[in-house]
Structures are given as structure tokens and as C-alpha cells.
């Protein structure tokens, strides 16, 4: 069927931090679908993706369907900076998904950006992708393996550059016609056979789709609207459409929208295991997340903070924005007075033009300037959300005292990150993670704090009320829930590696003759941990 993949502007790479050798835990993707007949569905997919922003800044795209043809439009850059009302204007359908991406597989290039397109004999497919799989490299075998269907156009063979994400690999799966099966028969024997973190939604030029792994691990939620449905990461963007929430996509669980109404059909036995991290970083605070409001829980977890590691100080300050809800909770808790000593700019570390020696000298004074005015004198209390490398948390106390601060007390929201993510958070390598090498005491002598404390697991996990059975809290003790490949195929460029090794007959190798690890997305010394 015919297609339109339509680019403006070459690849680019966003500096999501100041420096980039101090990157925060990148966001995981944001993805939305919608069938809706009769409404804007390419309008719709925008603001909703505007909403799963923080989800995603490398890359955003829709798709969208109208009966007869799949359109899609995508490029390097954020939302707004991807779409104009001209573009959203020669969008017309009346299904169409979305995705706003950080990249976990995969390099962040245009032909990278999602949905990912695939024509078949009797259509096509689009589909979008938050998680991170485990079993790429099975899945990269089943692809190749994969007879060519009457019809179907053999985009490899005929040299087009494609993407080496994991959810192409997907895709084409999904494509491949096997003796007339539908794509929801197609879906229930991929499915299956995925490993790995993934809330996908997909659609051919009539029905909309969407699936969530076994275990639940990433967000992923139903809405209804007066004349269709939606399927987002969050609520938040259900909220912005305009949509009612009804509930969450079960794991293991496949969701059809078509013109005969929501269907829904099991591929896999329900295992949960929601990520912890979503509740401290990932997720928007006006979600609701395992019925829960996230504004509401990290407020708890600031609470539990304050009761466990108390301070002698004269005023909690957050570092904005995501250390907000606890500050407000720890300030509650301890009737500490809460105040602002901290003004952010929000548009730094936002945009394609990458930061000069010079700039980078300035360090986070781009990003947070001072109140000298609330901090001089005072005995602070300053809550994160997390440490990665340290680097910044070292800067932001020596600035308060610089400023003035008679004493800086760190309070992070979340236990010592020591293991990456392999589900679809992008953490620095286990070995630049600063808690993995030192202790607290250590910690708060590199940073030069008057005191630092972690919120225990124990806290962080009851705070969320969700069982501790039913979480993946693996960045914090290293206990994975869905099992690791052999750790070569752990690398987020893996796909470019095996593309590369097809060409060379080898695989990249360094002077040690062991594979490079052409990225820092995971410590792959995680599987041989004591």
C-alpha cells in the first residue's frame, strides 16, 4: 500500500544535560494511539505526544490511517519542533499512533525515529515502542530467517538504509504475511515469543493496536473518548485529549480498537513487575499509575524521608523539578519550612546546539541559579531524586555555599542506583555510577555535603503501595525479573554491531581482542556480579 516516510533536516543529537558526561537516567519513550472517526486523530497524536515529552526528546512521530494508505511523518527533534499545523493538516485519517523517543537500542538517527513503517502483500504497519527488548538478537535471527511473501517489497535486498532498533525487528514480524493469517493472528504468535520491556501500539489503515509485555514493566493505559478510543503511556496524555481513563493495559494482554468496538485477547500469563523508578523520575506527577497519583506518592516518599533521616535545618528546598513532590513532603513531615532557593531554567539542555568549552565551564549555573537572598545564612535541606555520577550534586553544593549556605543537607528520593536498566531506562555504566564504588559517607565527602542520606528500599517500595513481589526495582539491587542475554548482546548499539559483523565477517573488536562496547547504555558486568 502506498506509503509516505517524509523527513525535514538531517539527524541531530540532543543535549539533554549541560554536560554531557553527567547525563541524568534518560527517560524511557513515549508512545500514543488513537481511533477516533470523525475527529483530528493527527492532532490528537500530537498533543498527546506533547504530553509524553519527558518520556522522549530525540526523536517524535505519528502515523496515521485513513481506510486505504498509512502517511508517516517524522524527524530528529522535539514535538514542537517536528510538527507545524501544515504537516498535521495533511494528516488525515481516523486512527493514528504516536512516539516521542529516547533512544535504548538502537543509535539515535533519523531512520531510527519511530513509528517504524513496514509494508506487507495485503497492507502495511506502523508501530511505536517504549521499553527495551532482551532477546534482540533471537528476534534479529527469526527476521532473517523470514521468507519473502508473494508481494511483499524486500526493502533490505534492494539497499535501502533501514533502522537497527529493536522494535523494527518487531515490526517486521508483524508484517509478514503467513498463509492469510490477520494481523491480530500475526500478533498472537510474535507476541509470545518477545522478551524483554515493551508497551507497544500499532495499526494497519483500519485498526488500532497495542500490547504490554508479560510484566507489566512500563505504563500503559486505556481512555475513552465520545467518538473512539485511546491508548497513551500515562494518563496525562489521556488527560489532555480530552479522554476518560478506564483503566490500565493488563501485562500480557493484546487490545484491538476497530469499527466492531475494543476486543481484548491474553498472550502471555500476567507476571507484574512495574518498574520503581517510574514512581521517583520517569512518570509525569499527574499520572495515575497502579491507581495511584504520582504527585501523591513521591509527597509520601518525601515524608518517609524526612521521618527516617531527619535534619537540623531552617529550610527544605528542592532541586527542581523532579525533587519537588518530596521536598513538599519532607517539609511536611518534618515542619521544617519548605521554600524556593533554586530558580531553573527550563529550556537548557533542550536543543540541538551542543555547549561550548566556555558554556560547559559555566556548568549547572545555566541550568539553577541561587536565590542568595533565601539561602544566605541558612541551614539547608536539599532534596533530589537521585545521583547518578555526582558531578552535579558536587557543583549544586558548592554553588549554595558560594551563595551563602551555613550548612547543605542532600536527601535523595531514591536508594543508591548501582545497576543499569536493561528495560528501557538508558543509566550511565555501572562503573561511572558513583554508588556502585563508594559508600554514603564517601559519597557525601565527594560532594562535599554536611550530611547525605538515601531513603531505604524498604520505604521507597511501601510509599508506592504497590507489593514488592509486583516491582522491578533491579537499578537498585540488581535483581533483574525478566532474564539477561549473554552479555554481548547487551550493548545499545548491537543491532549496528551485528549489521557491521554481516558486512566484515566480524564482529568490532579491541586491542584486548574482546567486543567494544560502542555506548555506556548498561553495564553488562551486572551478570557476573557477586
Given amino acids: 500500500m502506498p506509503s509516505d516516510a517524509r523527513r525535514r533536516g538531517g539527524d541531530g543529537h540532543l543535549s539533554h544535560d549541560l554536560d554531557p558526561t553527567d547525563r541524568s537516567p534518560q527517560d524511557a519513550c513515549g508512545v500514543f494511539g488513537v481511533w477516533a472517526p470523525g475527529e483530528d486523530v493527527a492532532k490528537l497524536t500530537y498533543y498527546g505526544i506533547y504530553a509524553l515529552q519527558h518520556r522522549g526528546q530525540e526523536s517524535a512521530g505519528i502515523a496515521v490511517g485513513n481506510g486505504r494508505q498509512i502517511l508517516v511523518y517524522k524527524d530528529m527533534g522535539l514535538v514542537s519542533q517536528v510538527f507545524d499545523e501544515?504537516?498535521?493538516?495533511?494528516?488525515k485519517g481516523h486512527v493514528a499512533i504516536g512516539h516521542a523517543r529516547y533512544s535504548t537500542t538502537g543509535a539515535s538517527t533519523w531512520h531510527n525515529a519511530q513509528p517504524t513503517f513496514r509494508p506487507t502483500s495485503t497492507g502495511s504497519i506502523a508501530l511505536a515502542h517504549n521499553g527495551n527488548l532482551t532477546n534482540t538478537g533471537d528476534l534479529a535471527d527469526l527476521v532473517a530467517d523470514l521468507p519473502l511473501s508473494a508481494g511483499e517489497l524486500d526493502i533490505p535486498r534492494r539497499?535501502?538504509?533501514?533502522?537497527?532498533?529493536?522494535?523494527?525487528?518487531?515490526?517486521?514480524?508483524?508484517?509478514?504475511?503467513?498463509?492469510?493469517?490477520?494481523?491480530?493472528?500475526?500478533?498472537?504468535?510474535?507476541?509470545?515469543?518477545?522478551r524483554g520491556a515493551f508497551s507497544f501500539v500499532w495499526m494497519d489503515e483500519t485498526a488500532l493496536y497495542a500490547a504490554r509485555d508479560?510484566?507489566?514493566?512500563?505504563?500503559?493505559?486505556?481512555?475513552?473518548?465520545?467518538?473512539?478510543?485511546?491508548?497513551?503511556?500515562?494518563?496525562?496524555?489521556?488527560?489532555?485529549?480530552?479522554?476518560?481513563?478506564?483503566?490500565?493495559?493488563?501485562?500480557?494482554?493484546?487490545?484491538?480498537?476497530?469499527?466492531?468496538?475494543?476486543?481484548?485477547?491474553r498472550f502471555a500469563e500476567a507476571k507484574p513487575k512495574h518498574c520503581l523508578f517510574e514512581f521517583v523520575y520517569l512518570a509525569r506527577p499527574d499520572t495515575l499509575m497502579n491507581d495511584r497519583r504520582v504527585h501523591s506518592v513521591r509527597v509520601e516518599i518525601g515524608r518517609r524521608l524526612a521521618r527516617e533521616f531527619p535534619a537540623d535545618a531552617d529550610l527544605v528546598m528542592p532541586v527542581p523539578e523532579s525533587g519537588t513532590p518530596a521536598a513538599i513532603g519532607y517539609a511536611e513531615e518534618s515542619g521544617i519550612p519548605y521554600g524556593t532557593g533554586l530558580v531553573k531554567n527550563s529550556y537548557v539542555g533542550r536543543t540541538f546546539i551542543q555547549p561550548s568549552q566556555t558554556i560547559r565551564q559555566l556548568g549547572i549555573r545555566l541550568k539553577l541559579n541561587p536565590l542568595r537572598d533565601v539561602i544566605?545564612?541558612?541551614?539547608?535541606?536539599?532534596?533530589?531524586?537521585?545521583?547518578?555520577?555526582?558531578?552535579?550534586?558536587?557543583?549544586?553544593?558548592?554553588?549554595?555555599?558560594?551563595?551563602?549556605?551555613?550548612?547543605?543537607?542532600?536527601?535523595?528520593?531514591?536508594?543508591?542506583?548501582?545497576?543499569?536498566?536493561?528495560?528501557?531506562?538508558?543509566?550511565?555504566?555501572?562503573?561511572?555510577?558513583?554508588?556502585?564504588?563508594?559508600?554514603?559517607?564517601?559519597?557525601?565527602?565527594?560532594?562535599?555535603?554536611?550530611?547525605?542520606?538515601?531513603?531505604?528500599?524498604?520505604?521507597?517500595?511501601?510509599?508506592?503501595?504497590?507489593?514488592?513481589?509486583?516491582?522491578?526495582?533491579?537499578?537498585?539491587?540488581?535483581?533483574?525479573?525478566?532474564?539477561?542475554?549473554?552479555?554481548?548482546?547487551?550493548?545499545?548499539?548491537?543491532?549496528?554491531?551485528?549489521?557491521?559483523?554481516?558486512?566484515?565477517?566480524?564482529?568490532?573488536?579491541?586491542?584486548?581482542?574482546?567486543i567494544s562496547s560502542l555506548t555506556g547504555g548498561g553495564a553488562t558486568d551486572a551478570l557476573d556480579r557477586p
Avoid at 501544515?86 to 494528516?91: K, M, N, R, Y
Wanted: hydrophobic letters at 40%.
Fill in 214 to 265: 508479560p510484566q507489566g514493566v512500563r505504563p500503559l493505559v486505556i481512555g475513552r473518548l465520545e467518538r473512539g478510543w485511546v491508548i497513551a503511556s500515562e494518563t496525562a496524555a489521556l488527560d489532555i485529549v480530552g479522554a476518560s481513563f478506564i483503566r490500565e493495559v493488563e501485562p500480557g494482554e493484546l487490545v484491538v480498537v476497530d469499527a466492531d468496538g475494543l476486543r481484548t485477547q
Fill in 86 to 91: 501544515a504537516t498535521l493538516e495533511s494528516l
Fill in 376 to 514: 544566605d545564612g541558612k541551614r539547608l535541606v536539599v532534596v533530589d531524586d537521585s545521583i547518578v555520577r555526582g558531578n552535579t550534586q558536587r557543583a549544586l553544593v558548592r554553588m549554595l555555599r558560594e551563595a551563602g549556605a551555613r550548612e547543605v543537607h542532600v536527601r535523595i528520593s531514591s536508594p543508591p542506583v548501582k545497576w543499569p536498566c536493561f528495560y528501557g531506562i538508558d543509566f550511565a555504566t555501572r562503573a561511572e555510577l558513583i554508588a556502585t564504588g563508594l559508600a554514603v559517607d564517601e559519597i557525601c565527602r565527594s560532594i562535599d555535603a554536611d550530611s547525605l542520606a538515601y531513603i531505604s528500599l524498604e520505604e521507597l517500595t511501601e510509599a508506592t503501595t504497590v507489593p514488592a513481589a509486583k516491582l522491578c526495582r533491579a537499578c537498585f539491587d540488581g535483581e533483574y525479573p525478566i532474564p539477561l542475554p549473554e552479555e554481548r548482546h547487551l550493548d545499545k548499539y548491537r543491532l549496528e554491531v551485528r549489521d557491521e559483523s554481516a558486512h566484515n565477517g566480524s564482529l568490532r573488536t579491541d586491542v584486548d581482542g574482546l
Fill in 159 to 194: 539497499g535501502v538504509e533501514e533502522s537497527t532498533n529493536d522494535t523494527s525487528l518487531v515490526t517486521a514480524l508483524l508484517a509478514h504475511d503467513r498463509d492469510g493469517a490477520t494481523l491480530e493472528e500475526r500478533a498472537l504468535e510474535v507476541l509470545p515469543q518477545v
